[in-house]
């Protein structure tokens, strides 16, 4: 009997958590969630993104179904109510991509990518920067792979980044004529994090190694989605391809790190970076 391998990337019923649902990238891990026919569990702070991520999805798709949760990651018992909430409608959940984070992107004036030296960092800022990133990404690994271990099976995703890999060129956030303390950096809270994470993942895979659960790092880097032309062109001269990357060009690796597809695969780190951390 011929062997169909396209099969094992069905996630078909599959309930699969995103945390950060309501983002770009959150809503590019359901569209993998969705092409195998799994169930996009959206958590996210903020509704109104969740909101227009599952529209989008449910206009794009015709059909299936889209669960969304309004939480805040950092705080266990309301993680714990939804896992009961799941647990209860579905009886399984197999799968979660720990996304959300407090991502300094130099389109969206965040507050943590600033004209603010390391030496005069804000604490502040450092201590929910962590407890998004890192903090909420172990009580969501916690809460929901202690049931992933105890069905025998499931799947962890951790985001990272290239900057989980490589320290920040600062060079391309700077602007000719703007005076030394007003220039833009790219804080040091998003590096700890997402170095954080690729040791989280490889903790985690020999933890559950023996429990059926697999856990990976995905490291999206580069994405556009917007930059001015100046810095586009700053950052595509740091990437042997040339470019950033689109959107749509991690959804395919999402949704085969999810499937059984990667069935050999835990404690990896893959990284989407178009070589930039190759050179």
Same mark, same amino acid.
């Given at each position: 009997m011929?062997?169909?391998y *396209?099969?094992r990337?069905?996630l078909?019923?599959k309930?699969?958590?995103? +945390? ?5 990238i959150g809503?590019?891990h359901?569209?993998? @969630?969705?092409e ?7 958590? /996210?702070?903020?509704e109104?993104?969740?909101i227009?991520?599952? =529209?989008?999805?449910l206009e794009?798709?015709g059909e299936? @179904?889209?669960e969304?949760? @309004?939480?805040?990651?950092?705080? %266990? ?5 939804? %896992?009961?909430?799941l647990?209860?409608?579905?009886g399984?959940?197999?799968g979660l991509?720990n996304?959300?984070? =407090? ?5 969206g004036?965040s507050?943590n990518l600033a004209?603010?030296?390391? #030496?005069e960092?804000? @604490?502040n800022?450092?201590?929910d920067?962590l407890? &998004?990133?890192?903090?909420g990404? &172990?009580?969501c690994a916690q809460?929901?792979? /202690?049931v992933?271990q105890?069905?025998?099976?499931g799947? &962890?995703? =951790?985001?990272s ?6 320290s920040?060129?600062? %060079?391309i956030?700077?602007k000719?004529?703007v005076p030394?303390? #007003?220039?833009?950096?790219?804080p040091?809270?998003?590096?700890v994090?997402k ?13 559950w190694a023996?429990?059926?659960v697999r &856990?990976n790092?995905l490291?999206?880097?580069s994405?556009?989605?917007g930059? /001015?032309? #100046? ?5 595509s ?5 040339? %470019? *950033?990357?689109?959107p749509d060009? $991690?959804? =395919? +690796?999402v949704l085969y *790190?999810?499937?059984d597809?990667?069935? $050999?695969? +835990?404690?990896? +780190?893959v ?5 930039r951390?190759?050179?």
């Amino acid at each position: 009997m011929k062997k169909n391998y *396209m099969d094992r990337f069905s996630l078909k019923d599959k309930v699969i958590i995103i +945390t950060g649902g309501g983002g770009l990238i959150g809503m590019k891990h359901a569209e993998a @969630v969705m092409e195998g026919e799994g169930i996009p569990v959206l958590l /996210d702070i903020v509704e109104a993104g969740m909101i227009r991520v599952k =529209n989008s999805l449910l206009e794009e798709y015709g059909e299936g @179904v889209v669960e969304t949760f @309004v939480t805040d990651i950092t705080k %266990r018992e309301e993680l714990e109510k939804i %896992r009961d909430v799941l647990m209860e409608k579905y009886g399984h959940i197999d799968g979660l991509i720990n996304n959300a984070a =407090n991502n300094p992107k130099v389109e969206g004036g965040s507050k943590n990518l600033a004209a603010t030296r390391f #030496e005069e960092f804000p @604490v502040n800022i450092w201590k929910d920067d962590l407890a &998004v990133g890192l903090t909420g990404a &172990v009580l969501c690994a916690q809460v929901f792979g /202690d049931v992933m271990q105890k069905q025998g099976k499931g799947i &962890v995703i =951790n985001i990272s980044s290239d900057y989980g890999l490589i320290s920040p060129d600062q %060079r391309i956030y700077r602007k000719e004529g703007v005076p030394e303390d #007003e220039q833009i950096i790219k804080p040091v809270s998003y590096s700890v994090v997402k170095h954080g994470i690729i040791g989280l993942t490889k903790y985690l895979a020999i933890y559950w190694a023996q429990k059926g659960v697999r &856990v990976n790092t995905l490291c999206p880097a580069s994405l556009e989605n917007g930059q /001015d032309e #100046e810095f586009k062109k700053k950052i595509s001269n740091l990437i042997p391809m040339g %470019r *950033m990357s689109k959107p749509d060009e $991690y959804v =395919n +690796t999402v949704l085969y *790190m999810l499937s059984d597809a990667s069935s $050999y695969m +835990t404690g990896a +780190t893959v990284v989407l970076d178009g070589g930039r951390t190759s050179w």
